[in-house]
Nanobody, 122 residues
Framework: QVQLVESGGGLVQAGGSLKLSCAAS????????MRWYRQASGKERDLVAE???????NYADSVKGRFTISRDNAKNAVYLQMNSLKPDDTAVYYCNCEVTVSSPWFRTSNYWGQGTQVTVSS
């Protein structure tokens, strides 16, 4: 089984910064694309940013130039540095990873973290 544990959320004033972390553990053979999603209250869950194993990145237009996604393959971790935060960034942020496990046999599945709340006050 694979577990994703997120951390780093909290309350911040507009213009401030936060860094989210997500660490994967379990019978992991490799992790392919790693993603951050967010879901504001009453809205759908939207993709914020993604990074491939080779570190190619893609961002939602709303966060380009403000957020940076990165990963540490040795630690099975993905990060989201969020700068110049706006009240519209308030949401629960979820980590999502395409993980290939080695036990009991090789298979690739999508896993989700439990979410971490980010609140940006005006």
């Amino acid at each position: 089984q694979v577990q994703l544990v997120e951390s780093g959320g909290g309350l911040v004033q507009a213009g401030g910064s936060l860094k989210l972390s997500c660490a994967a553990s379990g019978s992991i053979f490799s992790i392919n694309t790693m993603r951050w999603y967010r879901q504001a209250s009453g809205k759908e869950r939207d993709l914020v940013a993604e990074i491939t194993r080779g570190s190619s990145t893609n961002y939602a237009d709303s966060v380009k130039g403000r957020f940076t996604i990165s990963r540490d393959n040795a630690k099975n971790a993905v990060y989201l540095q969020m700068n110049s935060l706006k009240p519209d960034d308030t949401a629960v942020y979820y980590c999502n990873c395409e993980v290939t496990v080695s036990s009991p046999w090789f298979r690739t599945s999508n896993y989700w973290g439990q979410g971490t709340q980010v609140t940006v006050s005006s």
